[in-house]
């Protein structure tokens, strides 16, 4: 009897391990990050945007203004269930450079550096008129051009 109590017991802490280890967080890393390694070998006011792409590959994005800088990122983000997608990590590498296109720093930025940018939600509305489900269903149930008529009646 105390055997076949402690088979149960033991199929029991199976089941909910099995059940446990299915509930697993996914965890995805997107992006490129040069390790530290490779960024050692950058040389602010040696290097520059060429030397740089050798060493590190081409970025993720560019600076705006003439590409005054290049920003490496990557991000790891965590997806349990049925909840949203939490960012759980992010690094930024951001390059410098100086107008000659000489590397000016390297930067390194992390989570904890970022901002909460509010984005505005509002919509701005398009000319026109709203068509109705019925409207759009049945719309161009009878909208023939003269081309198409031509062409039905052989001529």
């Known amino acids: 009897m105390r055997q076949k109590s402690l088979r149960c017991v033991g199929v029991a802490l199976i089941c909910f391990g099995l059940l446990g280890a299915g509930c ?45 800088a290049w920003y490496y990122v ?14 759980i990590d992010r690094k930024v590498i951001a390059v410098n450079f100086n107008q000659s296109g000489v590397v000016t720093d390297v930067k390194r930025y ?16 398009t000319g026109g008129r709203e068509m109705s489900m019925v409207e759009q269903l049945f719309g161009n149930l009878l909208n023939l051009d003269a081309q198409q008529l031509n062409d039905a009646s052989g001529n």
């Open 110 to 125: 992390g989570l904890r550096d970022g901002r909460v940018i509010d984005l505005e939600t509002r919509t701005t509305e």
């Open 74 to 87: 990557q991000s790891t983000v965590e997806n349990f269930t049925w909840h949203a997608p939490e960012v």
């Open 24 to 68: 697993a967080p996914t965890v995805q890393v997107h992006g490129y990050v040069p390790s530290e390694a490779d960024l050692s070998r950058i040389r602010p006011g040696f290097d520059d945007a060429g030397s740089v792409e050798e060493i590190l590959g081409r970025p993720s994005s560019n600076g705006i203004l003439r590409d005054s």
